[in-house]
């Protein structure tokens, strides 16, 4: 167990609608990271917070949004959804603001119908 | 961008044997971490390794920072080693990129 808590870990939904997937970092950690790991496209960095503000954006699409809150969890908003985006997504911390070791979720299953 | 490649990859091995993992990157990178993804999906972390060589049990890696390579060595491979192994570097202190992965099948 990591320490890095992601929620729900299943999502079924159908195209067109929004969701909103949730990260707790490990107790101590300031920087959350997005990621999306889809068959096609394996692995991919979508965006980084750290401390409440955005740091770095990777291939993170404009109908995809995220923010990083006050008590430092994190939530990753998707909307009007394509087949396209089911894939697993990933959150991971880390205690710095951006060269340190990340540690992953267990990550939320995405399925659009 | 860079490209972060692996090597090879698919692997099939029987239990009991040694195995070589290789990332080559094609640009400077600020840090390097090996993970392992298990059946069930869950990444974790075997090494964070920006240079030098590093040992976990069974399990050792070497980064080449210089020559733009790391290599993940498995011993005595066990079945519960199989899964896909990544490697993700940080590149210009501002993204992440993996590669795609060796997936290992370890045969009883």
């Known amino acids: 167990d990591s320490g890095v808590t992601q929620t729900p870990k299943h999502l079924i939904t159908a195209t067109g609608q929004r969701v909103t997937l949730r990260c707790s970092p490990r107790?101590?950690?300031?920087?959350v990271y997005w990621y999306q790991q889809s068959l096609d496209q394996g692995l991919q960095f979508l965006i980084h917070?750290?401390?409440?503000?955005?740091?770095a954006k990777g291939n993170i699409l404009e109908r995809f949004s995220a923010q990083q809150f006050p008590d430092l969890h994190s939530e990753l908003n998707l909307s009007s959804l394509e087949l396209g985006d089911s894939a697993l997504y990933f959150c991971?911390?880390?205690?710095?603001?951006?060269?340190?070791?990340?540690?992953f979720g267990p990550g939320t299953r995405l399925t659009v119908l | 961008g860079i490209q972060v490649e692996q090597s090879p990859p698919d692997l099939i091995l029987q239990e009991g044997a040694n195995s070589t993992l290789r990332c080559n990157f094609s640009d400077s990178v600020n840090n390097l971490q090996w993970f392992h993804q298990n059946p069930w999906g869950q990444l974790i972390n075997l090494f964070y390794i920006p240079s030098g060589t590093k040992q976990n049990g069974r399990l050792s890696a070497t980064t080449v920072a210089t020559e733009r390579y790391s290599l993940l060595y498995i011993s005595s491979s066990q079945t519960t080693d199989s899964g896909v192994y990544f490697c993700a570097v940080l590149y210009n202190f501002n993204k992440f990129y993996f590669g795609s992965g060796t997936k290992l099948n370890v045969k009883p």
């Open positions: 917070y750290y401390n409440g503000e955005e740091r």
């Open positions: 107790s101590g950690d300031l920087s």
């Open positions: 991971a911390s880390s205690v710095g603001s951006i060269n340190n070791e990340q540690f």
